[in-house]
């Protein structure tokens, strides 16, 4: 299966624009690519997704390089409440086309933001 | 909606013990899952389902066994604890199992086995 690297820990201030970079080189043509984030004491949540093409909602963006061999999670005005660990994750279809949500969290990024 | 629910939110357990962590949603979810978070590590899955009566085992299965007899519920049953199963339990769902799922997590529960 494809794996995914992430810096251990980023630091940013509040008010600005955190760039989250996630590196998976071995990724494949039918592998989604998503973000989690999981805050202190709490269950991870879904933060965005996307296959090809850059996404955008109200939480953050998913800038997609053109060879899929990075990502990056763009969270535009950091708050503290952005403060936690940022997980990058593949799901890998099978041959049917299923993943069955098999989704393999590594240790992330923790991200700490400063007032 | 109360999303996925996970009980009890604390559990202590004596060497060999056994006992069952609850899990329910109310979102009429597909799919249900178990990870377990070990600390500063990320979460592994020890069992899935892909619909009522439909079990599988994921990345970590042995000492745990599952069920699911209903769309709701997917209760986690620890046969004889040991203490390498200490750990914080997470239950998740998805309306779907293609590759672009979103998951739904609880939020958790933190076992300490002695």
């Known amino acids: 299966d494809a794996k995914t690297t992430q810096p251990n820990s980023m630091e940013s201030n509040e008010e600005e624009p955190v760039h989250l970079p996630c590196n998976h080189s071995t990724i494949s043509g039918t592998d989604y690519i998503h973000w989690y984030r999981q805050l202190p004491s709490q269950g991870p949540e879904y933060v965005i997704h996307?296959?090809?093409s850059n996404v955008n909602n109200r939480m953050a963006s998913l800038a997609i390089a053109e060879d899929r061999k990075s990502s990056t999670l763009i969270l535009h005005r950091a708050t503290l409440r952005d403060a936690a660990v940022y997980y990058c994750?593949?799901?890998?279809?099978?041959?049917?086309?299923?993943?069955?949500?098999?989704?393999?969290f590594g240790q992330g990024t923790i991200l700490t933001v400063h007032p | 909606n109360a999303g996925v629910t996970q009980t009890p939110k604390f559990q202590v357990l004596k060497t060999g013990q056994s006992m069952t962590l609850q899990c329910a949603q109310d979102?009429?979810?597909?799919?249900m899952s178990w990870y377990r978070q070990d600390p500063g590590m990320g979460l592994r899955l020890i069992h899935y389902?892909?619909?009522?009566?439909?079990?599988d085992q994921g990345e970590v299965p042995n000492g745990y066994n599952v069920s699911r007899s209903t769309t709701e519920d997917f209760p986690l049953r620890l046969l004889s604890a040991a203490p390498s199963q200490t750990s914080v339990y997470f239950c998740a769902s998805s309306d779907s199992y293609r590759t672009n799922e979103k998951l739904f997590f609880g939020s958790g529960t933190q076992l300490s086995v002695l």
């Open positions: 996307g296959l090809t």
């Open positions: 389902s892909v619909g009522a009566g439909i079990t």
């Open positions: 979102m009429n979810h597909e799919y």
């Open positions: 994750i593949l799901s890998h279809a099978n041959a049917g086309g299923t993943s069955y949500g098999k989704l393999t």
